[in-house]
């Protein structure tokens, strides 16, 4: 399993690990909030850079729905088991050369995946301890608060059409709910990257800390976040995203499609072929 959940003062059953990706304590200089917070801990463990698969978004998506549906529950801090990054995004590998029906049921996880974070009745912080490109700026922006580590070597962003790739309604709708639309548009047309202190100063993320100090600075912020009456939150959020969401639920399947039809022209996957050659070359 690519997923470690640690569950503090909550009535969950489970803490998902697997021998071949244990478990990973609280740092000492992270200690837990208070048991009565109900928050949870989600750590992204997939090496070597927590990749988006089909596998990975179902397990998230199972997690993130049994959190939700526990009351006690109120509170999610996302974040990655693995040095300098968060998440490389979308599984290039689910993209290409597959099925039409496969990469149909990739893209629906991803819906999924977006839509159970987007719309979560939880308080989520995204503590962004290393670089988050596409799918993982996604997951960030996903969230309520994004506290990412000051280290310029750092990036983020939406860059899909670097690999030629658009990014669907849905991420650009993301993008503009945070940025703003002129931000959103240089952002998205040029498949911009930004730096840690780039991002923060368009909104991007919320706040830079030092690298040691992202989780700490989540769970503390949590704290303020959860200081507010959950009703009077969760209803505010509603508002400010139910618009977007709605948006996609009605044209759910008609994004499958295009994303399907997209995806498979061969003039895409040549485009994915020369993306996945560059970085064998890399590692050459």
Not at 51 to 62: A, K
Not at 204 to 212: A, F, G, K, R, T
Not at 270 to 280: G, P, Q, T, W
Request: a neutral charge; proline letters at 7%.
């Amino acid at each position: 399993m690519a997923l470690v959940l640690e569950t503090t003062g909550i009535r969950l059953p489970f803490v998902v690990c697997s021998p071949s990706h244990p478990s990973i304590s609280p740092s000492p200089a992270s200690p837990p909030p208070p048991p009565s917070l109900g928050v949870a801990v989600l750590r992204m463990q997939s090496p070597p850079v927590n990749s988006l698969s089909l596998d990975f978004l179902t397990e998230l998506c199972i997690n993130l729905e049994k959190l939700e549906m526990d009351r006690s529950c109120r509170g999610l801090i996302i974040t990655s088991s693995l040095s300098k990054v968060f998440s490389a995004g979308l599984d290039i590998m689910e993209m290409y050369g597959k099925s039409p029906e496969r990469c149909g049921e990739f893209w629906k996880a991803v819906q999924e995946m977006w839509l159970k974070l987007y719309g979560s009745n939880m308080a989520t912080i995204a503590a962004i301890n290393g670089s988050s490109p596409a799918g993982g700026c996604l997951m960030s922006i996903g969230c309520d608060y994004r506290i990412m580590a000051d280290n310029p070597r750092y990036s983020i962003g939406l860059n899909e059409t670097q690999l030629g790739i658009v990014a669907p309604f849905w991420f650009k709708d993301t993008l503009v709910n945070t940025v703003g639309n002129r931000a959103a548009e240089l952002s998205l047309e040029l498949g911009l990257l930004y730096s840690a202190p780039d991002a923060l100063k368009i909104g991007l993320v919320d706040q830079l800390v030092p690298e040691d100090q992202v989780l700490s600075t989540a769970q503390d912020t949590m704290s303020k976040w959860l200081a507010v009456p959950d009703h009077a939150r969760q209803i505010t959020k509603s508002m400010m995203r139910k618009q977007t969401i709605d948006k996609l639920l009605s044209n759910r399947e008609a994004d499958i499609t295009n994303f399907v039809s997209f995806i498979t022209k061969d003039s895409i996957q040549r485009s994915l072929r020369m993306y996945l050659e560059m970085l064998k070359s890399r590692k050459a």
